[in-house]
């Protein structure tokens, strides 16, 4: 496990250090003593950190804008460490493991490490969740993906997010090439939202989704319509 360290405080960074110091699984420890240094360091690893315990209230940022943020950089798990319990409902509305109040204790740390570890163990298709712009959605719920010049486009009818990829690399993730199929050079669709295929000339077909949208199926992609027709 590689655990980053957020936290303003020396003292505090010093107790984490040793505490995370004692678990065999802890590989690598980084620390940062503010929301944009962390942010960096995260951005500049070729292998994200698997967890991010972060204070809140720091010069430079706050831990729960930063949370978002490295969210987008590829942290799978975050626990806040504050002394202030005023900020719980919104950690845990940005669906932190944990939220660990100081002072805590070695025994309270360890609980939370233990979500940690159940949360890593399953695989990222199994959880289905993707952050974009700070803000968690579910997969499942992604209807269909469109290139929009360096972007990707996530529709989740009424509204749709922009993502900073390409529709190749976006299917190339663990769990979405499973979810997605790509039916045009231009998009993909979430195949468990297709509920009518009406076939074309020229090899072409019109995919009708669940909330009344319709995608194109071009000539070069025909032949996952023997994977989507029931």
């Not at 003292?11 to 942010?39: M, T, W």
């Not at 943020?69 to 919104?90: M, P, Y």
């Not at 992604?142 to 009818?157: F, G, K, M, R, T």
Request: aromatic fraction near 6%; charged fraction near 25%; charge should be neutral.
């Amino acid at each position: 496990m590689r655990v980053l360290i957020v936290d303003d405080e020396p003292a505090a960074r010093a107790k984490l250090r040793r505490l995370l110091a004692a678990e065999a699984d802890v590989a690598e420890l980084l620390e940062a003593p503010d929301a944009p240094a962390a942010l960096a360091l995260a951005r500049g690893l070729a292998v994200p950190p698997d967890l991010a315990l972060l204070d809140i209230e720091m010069p430079g940022g706050s831990g729960v804008q930063l949370a978002g943020a490295l969210r987008e950089a590829g942290v799978r798990c975050i626990v806040f460490s504050t002394a202030h319990a005023q900020h719980a409902l919104q950690a845990f509305e940005l669906a932190a493991l944990d939220y660990l109040l100081k002072p805590y204790t070695a025994e309270r740390l360890a609980a939370a490490l233990a979500r940690v570890r159940e949360r890593l163990a399953r695989p990222p298709e199994l959880v289905g969740e993707w952050w974009v712009a700070g803000e968690r959605l579910w997969l499942a719920d992604v209807q269909w993906i469109s290139a929009a010049d360096n972007y990707i486009e996530l529709h989740l009818p009424p509204r749709s997010l922009l993502e900073r990829a390409t529709l190749a690399d976006a299917l190339a993730r663990p769990g979405w090439a499973a979810r997605f199929l790509r039916v045009h050079r231009s998009h993909a669709v979430n195949w468990a939202h297709v509920r009518r295929i009406e076939r074309l000339g020229s090899g072409e077909a019109q995919l009708t989704l669940g909330g009344g949208a319709t995608l194109r199926v071009s000539r070069g992609y025909r032949g996952v319509l023997d994977a989507l027709a029931p």
